[in-house]
C-alpha cells in the first residue's frame, strides 16, 4: 500500500506542510525511522534528528510550522499516527463460519456472520450476536451472553452468566467469573461464602491476556464502558471499575472497590476491600491505597500507603535527604554538649 501525504492528512484532520505528494509506504516511530515511512514526533528538540534520517516525513503538533521534511501538523500527533498506524496494518480478518470441531450446545443461540474455531466450546443457553469470534480453545460456560463484533481469544474462560458487550476484546488465557475470594471463619476453619452472582463487561472494553475477574458475591462485578486492561490483572468480587478507565499490568483490586470514570491506575498499583476512587485520579505505579480509603476526583496519589503527589514528593526528598540531615543533628548535638559543658564551668567558677 502506498499513499500521499495528503491522502493521510485528510483521513486524520491534519494540515500539510511542504510537499504533500510525497508516497507513503508504511508507519514506524521515530526509534526506528525507515525509508518511505513515516512517524510522529512531540518533541521539538528532536526535530534535526528526525530531519537527518531517512524518513518521508513526519506528524507533528501544530506548534511546530516548518520542518526540511514534509509534515502533517496535527492536534494529537499520537492520536493521528494511530489511526494511520492500524491503516497500514488491519486487523485480522476471521473466516465466520463455524468449525464442525467446536463443541456447541443445542441451546445455544449463534447470529449472523459468528467465527467459532475447532474445540472451542459453546455451553447451554449461551447467546452470541452477529459478527463476534470465537477463537480455538475458548471455553463459553452456560447461559453466557455475549454481543455483537466482539473477539475472544484462545483459553479463555467464562464462567455461567458472564455477560459481555459489543466490540470488546478479551486476550488469550483471561479467566472471567470464577468465584470470588469469600469466606468465614467458624471457629475451626474457614467456611465458602457461595458465590452467586455474576460479572457484567461492557461494550468497547478490552481485556488483555492471563487477566482475571471474580464473579460478584451477590449482584454483578461490573467493567465499564471503554475500559482497558493489562495483562496479568486481578479484580476482585463486587469490584465496579467507571467508563475508559485504564489499569497497567499487576493491578489489584480488593472486593467492593469502586473505581470511577477516567481512572489511570499504574502498574503493580493495588487496592484494599471497600476503596473508592474518584473520577480522573490517577494513582502511579506500585501505590498501595488501605481498605475503606477514598481518593478525591482528579488527584494524583502515589506510594505505600497512597498520599498525594505533593505531599509524598516532599517526604521522598526529605528521605533523600536524610544522610545529611542526620550529620547536621549530630554536629549540632556535640555544639550544644560543648556549650553547657562551658557553661557548667561558668557556673563553677562563679563565687
Not at 322 to 347: D, F, P, W
Given at each position: 500500500?502506498?499513499?500521499?501525504?495528503?491522502?493521510?492528512?485528510?483521513?486524520?484532520?491534519?494540515?500539510?506542510?511542504?510537499?504533500?505528494?510525497?508516497?507513503?509506504?508504511?508507519?514506524?516511530?521515530?526509534?526506528?525511522?525507515?525509508?518511505?515511512?513515516?512517524?510522529?514526533?512531540?518533541?521539538?528538540?528532536?526535530?534535526?534528528?528526525?530531519?537527518?534520517?531517512?524518513?518521508?516525513?513526519?506528524?507533528?503538533?501544530?506548534?511546530?510550522?516548518?520542518?526540511?521534511?514534509?509534515?502533517?501538523?496535527?492536534?494529537?500527533?499520537?492520536?493521528?499516527?494511530?489511526?494511520?498506524?492500524?491503516?497500514?496494518?488491519?486487523?485480522?480478518?476471521?473466516?465466520?463460519?463455524?468449525?464442525?470441531?467446536?463443541?456447541?450446545?443445542?441451546?445455544?443461540?449463534?447470529?449472523?456472520?459468528?467465527?467459532?474455531?475447532?474445540?472451542?466450546?459453546?455451553?447451554?443457553?449461551?447467546?452470541?450476536?452477529?459478527?463476534?469470534?470465537?477463537?480455538?480453545?475458548?471455553?463459553?460456560?452456560?447461559?453466557?451472553?455475549?454481543?455483537?463484533?466482539?473477539?475472544?481469544?484462545?483459553?479463555?474462560?467464562?464462567?455461567?452468566?458472564?455477560e459481555i458487550g459489543n466490540?470488546?476484546?478479551?486476550?488469550?488465557?483471561?479467566?472471567?467469573?470464577?468465584?470470588?475470594?469469600?469466606?468465614?471463619?467458624?471457629?475451626?476453619?474457614?467456611?465458602?461464602?457461595?458465590?452467586?452472582?455474576?460479572?457484567i463487561i461492557q461494550d468497547?472494553?478490552?481485556?488483555?491476556?492471563?487477566?482475571?475477574?471474580?464473579?460478584?458475591?451477590?449482584?454483578?462485578?461490573?467493567?465499564?464502558?471503554?475500559?482497558?486492561?493489562?495483562?496479568?490483572?486481578?479484580?476482585?468480587?463486587?469490584?465496579?471499575?467507571?467508563?475508559?478507565?485504564?489499569?497497567?499490568?499487576?493491578?489489584?483490586?480488593?472486593?467492593?472497590?469502586?473505581?470511577?470514570?477516567?481512572?489511570?491506575?499504574?502498574?503493580?498499583?493495588?487496592?484494599?476491600?471497600?476503596?473508592?476512587?474518584?473520577?480522573?485520579?490517577?494513582?502511579?505505579?506500585?501505590?498501595?491505597?488501605?481498605?475503606?480509603?477514598?481518593?478525591?476526583?482528579?488527584?494524583?496519589?502515589?506510594?505505600a500507603p497512597a498520599r498525594?503527589?505533593?505531599?509524598?514528593?516532599?517526604?521522598?526528598?526529605?528521605?533523600?535527604?536524610?544522610?545529611?540531615?542526620?550529620?547536621?543533628?549530630?554536629?549540632?548535638?556535640?555544639?550544644?554538649?560543648?556549650?553547657?559543658?562551658?557553661?557548667?564551668?561558668?557556673?563553677?567558677?562563679?563565687?
Amino acid at each position: 500500500m502506498e499513499k500521499t501525504l495528503n491522502e493521510l492528512a485528510q483521513m486524520v484532520q491534519g494540515t500539510v506542510v511542504g510537499d504533500g505528494t510525497v508516497k507513503i509506504s508504511g508507519i514506524t516511530s521515530i526509534e526506528q525511522p525507515r525509508p518511505g515511512q513515516l512517524a510522529y514526533l512531540t518533541e521539538e528538540k528532536r526535530l534535526s534528528e528526525m530531519e537527518a534520517s531517512p524518513l518521508a516525513a513526519l506528524i507533528v503538533p501544530e506548534k511546530i510550522s516548518a520542518a526540511k521534511k514534509p509534515l502533517i501538523r496535527s492536534q494529537n500527533p499520537k492520536l493521528a499516527w494511530a489511526i494511520l498506524l492500524g491503516l497500514f496494518n488491519p486487523p485480522q480478518t476471521y473466516s465466520k463460519t463455524i468449525s464442525e470441531k467446536a463443541l456447541i450446545a443445542k441451546s445455544a443461540k449463534i447470529g449472523k456472520d459468528v467465527t467459532i474455531e475447532p474445540l472451542a466450546f459453546i455451553g447451554e443457553g449461551v447467546v452470541i450476536g452477529s459478527d463476534t469470534v470465537i477463537r480455538s480453545y475458548a471455553y463459553i460456560d452456560r447461559e453466557t451472553k455475549i454481543g455483537e463484533h466482539t473477539i475472544i481469544h484462545p483459553h479463555t474462560v467464562l464462567y455461567p452468566r458472564t455477560e459481555i458487550g459489543n466490540h470488546v476484546v478479551i486476550h488469550a488465557g483471561t479467566v472471567i467469573g470464577s468465584d470470588g475470594f469469600g469466606y468465614v471463619f467458624d471457629g475451626e476453619k474457614q467456611a465458602k461464602v457461595p458465590q452467586v452472582g455474576n460479572v457484567i463487561i461492557q461494550d468497547d472494553a478490552e481485556i488483555g491476556a492471563c487477566v482475571t475477574i471474580d464473579r460478584a458475591t451477590i449482584g454483578s462485578t461490573t467493567i465499564g464502558r471503554g475500559v482497558k486492561i493489562d495483562n496479568l490483572v486481578q479484580i476482585a468480587h463486587n469490584v465496579e471499575i467507571g467508563a475508559h478507565s485504564c489499569l497497567s499490568a499487576q493491578v489489584g483490586i480488593s472486593g467492593s472497590s469502586k473505581v470511577g470514570n477516567y481512572v489511570v491506575m499504574g502498574g503493580r498499583s493495588g487496592l484494599g476491600d471497600h476503596c473508592e476512587i474518584g473520577d480522573q485520579a490517577t494513582l502511579g505505579a506500585q501505590t498501595g491505597v488501605p481498605s475503606g480509603k477514598a481518593i478525591p476526583p482528579k488527584q494524583v496519589w502515589i506510594g505505600a500507603p497512597a498520599r498525594p503527589y505533593e505531599e509524598m514528593r516532599k517526604q521522598v526528598a526529605a528521605q533523600l535527604r536524610s544522610h545529611e540531615t542526620q550529620e547536621l543533628v549530630g554536629e549540632l548535638k556535640k555544639r550544644i554538649e560543648a556549650l553547657e559543658r562551658e557553661l557548667a564551668e561558668l557556673k563553677a567558677s562563679k563565687p
